[in-house]
């Protein structure tokens, strides 16, 4: 079995996450959860919780950034500051594109636009879905975005005991990989902050992969999270009561609206 890392690389010079940023992951990721609950997607059964990989993905980007969601899955939407009653609507959301049916053409369109906005900082973020097994299907646009050195970034869902993100997979097709605990928000984080700021360099892509790796506490990646605001003295409480009821009501509103 892979062996867990025991923790993300730094990106910056300051590697510690704020506690002002702790806590924006941590309402970002609670509203993430409720919306996943509420709107269940079908397809394989996700081995890491996909409000974690996306929260501690998606809150990187910029205004100018796209980001690539799973088909029907409008968490991206919801984590790029999009309203609730916007998310849930129909009409297409700025910075966000419309979700392909399979993981190949979602790395594939992901990669043509990454193409098209070449060399202007700009990046673009790609998400495989669950129950990734193998690069094969995937391969030929990882490999193109790593020979132009695109920016975009690749984010797989895969079991504990593969290791697509290893070199011995990803130095074939030219590409940088990192595994990463895909219930740990704040690992993905920082993984994704490095992925990022590579991109943005022009140095190339990144394939994170997100993974459940044993654990001998809880999986549950907001209950974890609460756990680092815990101790790090910061209130819990109260943040969890105001989002929920924010949530609450911008469901409420957008109901009775329709």
């Known amino acids: 079995m892979p062996r867990r890392p025991s923790a993300a690389p730094a990106a910056t010079p300051h590697p510690l996450i704020s506690n002002d940023r702790l806590q924006h992951l941590y309402v970002t990721l609670l509203r993430t959860r409720l919306l996943r609950t509420r709107n269940r997607l079908a397809g394989p059964a996700a081995l890491v919780a996909r409000e974690a990989i996306v929260t501690g993905t998606v809150t990187h980007l910029e205004d100018s950034d796209t980001v690539m969601p799973v088909a029907g899955d409008r968490l991206a939407a919801l984590a790029r500051g999009h309203r609730l009653k916007r998310v849930l609507g129909a009409a297409p959301l700025a910075g966000v594109l419309s979700g392909a049916p399979t993981a190949e053409a ?24 669950a129950g990734v097994t193998s690069l094969d299907g995937l391969g030929a646009s990882l490999a193109y975005a790593a020979k132009q050195k695109l920016g975009v970034i690749f984010v797989i869902e895969s079991a504990a005991d593969d290791d697509l993100g290893s070199a011995r997979h990803t130095d074939l097709l030219g590409l940088y990989g990192i595994p990463v605990d895909g219930n740990d928000v704040i ?52 943040l969890k009561e105001r989002t929920l009821a924010a949530f609450q009501r911008e469901l409420g509103a957008g109901r009775r609206k329709r």
């Open 187 to 238: 690992a993905i984080y920082r993984v994704a902050q490095e992925a990022i700021l590579r991109a943005r360099r022009g140095v190339g892509p990144t394939l994170i992969e997100c993974k459940p790796w044993p654990l001998d506490g809880t999986a549950d990646p907001v209950r974890r999270l609460e756990q680092a605001l815990e101790r790090r003295g910061l209130p819990i409480d109260k």
């Open 106 to 129: 979602r790395f594939a369109i992901a990669t043509g636009y990454a193409m098209a906005r070449h060399g202007n900082r700009q990046v673009v973020l790609a998400f495989s879905g």
